[in-house]
């Protein structure tokens, strides 16, 4: 019996401390973040972007520059940044140099009008012949999902989903490995990631269809895809909707 009574005590104790901590005062920081998880640079975080915060702020949150927070999470305008979004911040002594590799890639996201609904004239075609969607556009544990993810495995054959000249081919943003970029038209961009070889060269002009990389999992990757994206405007959009219905 006295075991039974220490048993109780101990139990009710618990409850207490459960019940204290509950009501505990919710007042926090406005800002959050996550660990590094496998896979990530040591000492890398994430943060959830808060009411009434924008990059600058967060940037001096972390001693991480504006721009390092735009290359590493392939932000192409600052003004789309949605609360509750979690960003990437790297670890300071994993932070690349802009270089000439990020001068061409700001240069070549630059390369489309700003304005406008997300309305294109391009027809698309799958970037690939066979098809297996293992991650789709939007958002994915609480970060936006830029484009969708194919895949297939290394060295598999990948397409111009569309034709038009190469802006940009080489290694991209922080997580992107070896990426292909192509201007279709004035305001339509595709983009090509993860990469394990690119085929083309910036100012090729390539058809639709032509093979432009080989599928890897370069950057930031878990296996071998294509992280594939149509942006138009500057902005991401859902490719499955511009796409062919799959069968």
């Not at 000492?43 to 001693?63: C, D, E, F």
């Not at 520059?65 to 999470?73: A, D, F």
């Not at 698309?124 to 969708?148: C, E, L, N, Q």
């Amino acid at each position: 019996m006295p075991y039974l009574n220490m048993l109780s005590r101990t139990a009710f104790i618990v409850a207490v401390a459960l019940i204290v901590s509950s009501c505990a005062s919710t007042d926090s920081p406005d800002y959050s973040y996550t660990s590094a998880s496998p896979g990530m640079e040591s000492g890398a975080s994430y943060h959830v972007i808060r009411k009434g915060q924008n990059l600058y702020r967060i940037s001096k949150m972390y001693g991480v520059s504006v721009e390092e927070l735009k290359r590493y999470n392939n932000i192409w305008d600052v003004t789309d940044i949605k609360i509750g979004t979690k960003i990437y911040i790297p670890p300071r002594d994993a932070i690349k140099p802009g270089g000439s590799e990020g001068k061409r890639w700001y240069k070549a996201t630059q390369q489309a009008t700003s304005r406008g609904p997300a309305r294109t004239s391009v027809r698309f075609i799958w970037p690939m012949r066979k098809v297996k969607i293992s991650s789709r556009y939007g958002i994915r544990a609480d970060s936006k999902h830029t484009g969708i993810d194919l895949t297939n495995p290394k060295g598999t054959p990948i397409m111009a989903a569309a034709a038009g000249t190469v802006i940009f081919s080489g290694d991209g943003p922080s997580g992107y490995g070896n990426t292909v970029m192509i201007k279709h038209d004035n305001n339509t961009i595709t983009v090509y990631a993860h990469n394990s070889r690119n085929m083309v060269m910036e100012n090729q002009p390539v058809s639709q269809g032509q093979q432009v990389a080989l599928v890897g999992r370069t950057g930031r990757a878990t296996g071998n895809h294509l992280h594939f994206e149509i942006r138009i405007n500057r902005k991401p959009v859902n490719p499955e909707n511009y796409l062919p219905r799959l069968r």
